[in-house]
């Protein structure tokens, strides 16, 4: 596709719910990120790949979170037992390699857990 | 935590008028990254500058760099209504061989009419 996309949109859940938000970046990009953005606050790194391998998982918030991406190509990012304080929008963003260069952004998975 | 810090918090200023935002940073870098966001969904690229670069210019943007001080500050000139938007710096560095992204508190701008 021309972009990130991300699915879905919109996610509501239950307290103590497992959900899982999808990536699908840039073709050809190696590098993948997620962050987190709570309401009128700035972005939370959480983890990036680059190509399958995760090189440092000490952003993720949690145990209860978990990444991975198959084939360099599509990301799932897992909550599991979600809790109301994992409400907010998360990002996704490939670039063509880690650390050097541009980060093209999806429009992110705005996440509710009532 | 997040180390990046922008001021303002927030700018409202006339169309027309320039707008300059800050960026302050503690940890060595290897580029800096300027965003836009709007109503708070995905994120667009601004400006990338590199540590050894000092200044960088696109269209109405200007992007300044000073590593010695650990800012950098984003002007954008003869503003327009569009521009209302938030804007994000983001540091990315190297720790012990992993890249490390911070991305700042954000300072939201607003254009009046």
């Known amino acids: 596709g021309a972009g990130v996309s991300q699915s879905p949109s919109n996610k509501v859940t239950e307290k103590g719910k497992d959900v899982e938000l999808r990536c699908d970046p840039i073709?050809?990009?190696?590098?993948l990120y997620w962050y987190r953005q709570r309401l009128g606050q700035g972005l939370e790194f959480l983890i990036y790949f680059q190509g399958n391998s995760a090189p440092d998982k000490s952003g993720l918030p949690s145990d209860r979170f978990s990444a991975e991406r198959t084939g360099e190509s599509v990301s799932t990012l897992t909550i599991q037992r979600t809790q109301q304080e994992d409400s907010a929008v998360y990002l996704c963003a490939s670039s063509l390699a880690p650390g050097r260069e541009t980060q093209y952004f999806g429009p992110g998975t705005r996440l509710l857990v009532l | 935590s997040q180390q990046g810090e922008e001021d303002p918090q927030a700018l409202s200023i006339q169309e027309g008028e320039n707008a300059t935002m800050n960026c302050s940073y503690k940890t060595s870098i290897n580029n800096l990254q300027w965003y836009r966001q709007n109503s708070g969904r995905g994120l667009v690229h601004l400006i990338l500058i590199r540590s050894n670069e000092r200044e960088k210019h696109s269209g109405r943007l200007r992007v300044t760099l000073d590593t010695s001080k650990k800012s950098s500050s984003l002007l954008i000139t003869a503003s327009r209504a569009a521009d209302t938007a938030s804007y994000f710096c983001a540091t990315v560095g190297t720790t012990s061989g992993t890249y490390k992204y911070i991305f700042g508190t954000g300072t939201r701008l607003k254009v009046l009419a």
């Open positions: 073709s050809g990009h190696t590098a």
